[in-house]
């Protein structure tokens, strides 16, 4: 069964409007015992490299903040092998990693091109009940009917090229392959023979093009491109030095390798492979401590005002075939963990607030490559029941 399903606001948020929800989400600022004793950073440390060879990870760095504002990091693995010998990480040698690591963020990135899009409406340069015709005329089918806010919160029916198997195999095979925002939307458009899935705002399913087509969005209502965006709305006023967008040349910080299986077994190095969150193939790239900064600044409503705030963290429930899961525009909501996921091949990130505890997870392999497990949610997870136990 396909990940989608009826579209309801949650009555409690219609009723109470969204203050509650934001007061939660505000509970990192409260204060209490030392978050991280001795005892618990040494339980932390021991469960993080415990977890990473049960699951045969390359490495991993994970940041905790707890609600005394006291930060956690540890660090396991590495960064980059020189040479993949064996099917298992943890005899390789090569760079070990560090705590100021900097790995691709994948679907993170939603988490800033929404801000960026809430922030041109609250400037009035865009509408967020504008139609992806009025912007983009003739470049998806139904866009007449398609609002602004039904990409946000991936309700616009349109097909995902990430399920595309044809369109997409070459990049499988070269995971360093970059896509143009051109190609991906013709995947698209070609899987949905000119018609959508469903009426845009009536039903729910996760697709990537929706992000694509905002970046584009943003672009032609300024005139500037997207990591310009990104860099002016966020990463600049909020001081991420080791976040950009783009190339990781050009004298920026080079990435934290990923890895994953190879068909025949084997590891396979991804190095920077393919990106689809930007208009132009970018991808962005950000380290724990930027990621906790950015977390924290995001939930706390630094860069919002009070309405598009809210706007932001209008959960809708969406079942997926599990209770408990909600979105909103761009951040989800599932189990009472709040931020968002982050994949691509050879990476996985996690970001999200938790009963107090904001935890970023960063790790150099996929979820393809640990049977089916999301290795940065497991990580969490499991950190975080050292924390709450």
Known sequence: M?????????????????LPLLAYLNEGDSLGPPSFSLDKQEALQASLESAVKELSLPGAVVGITGPDGGVWTGVCGLAKTE????????????????????????????????TVILRLAQDGVLGLDDSVEDWLPGTAPGGRLIRIVDLLNMSSGLYDFSV???????????????????????????????VLKFDPGQD????????????????KATGRKMRQLLSENVIVPLGLKNTYVGNPGDGKQPPAHGYQHARNGSWHDCGDSAAWSSPDGDELFSSSGDLMLWLKAMLDGRLLKETFQQRMFDFQAVETGREGYYYGLGVEMKDG???????????????????????VVLVNTDAFSCGGIDPAWSLMTRLSGVLLT
């Open 2 to 18: 396909r990940n989608k399903s009826k579209l309801f606001l949650i009555a409690a948020l219609a009723v109470l409007s969204i």
């Open 83 to 114: 040479k993949l010998t064996g099917t298992d990480p943890a005899g390789w040698s090569g760079r070990p990693m560090t705590a100021d690591e900097v790995f691709p963020v994948g679907d993170v990135a939603k988490t800033f091109t929404a």
């Open 164 to 194: 595309f198997e044809s369109g997409l195999e070459s990049s499988r095979q070269d995971p360093s392959s970059h896509l143009s925002a051109g190609e991906l939307l013709a995947m698209s458009n070609e899987m949905s023979g000119g």
């Open 204 to 219: 729910w399913d996760y697709c990537q093009v929706n992000y694509v087509l905002l970046g584009m969005i943003a672009e």
């Open 337 to 359: 963990w709040v931020g968002h996921f982050g994949a691509r091949p050879g990476y996985a990130c996690a970001l999200y607030r938790y009963n107090g505890y904001d935890f």
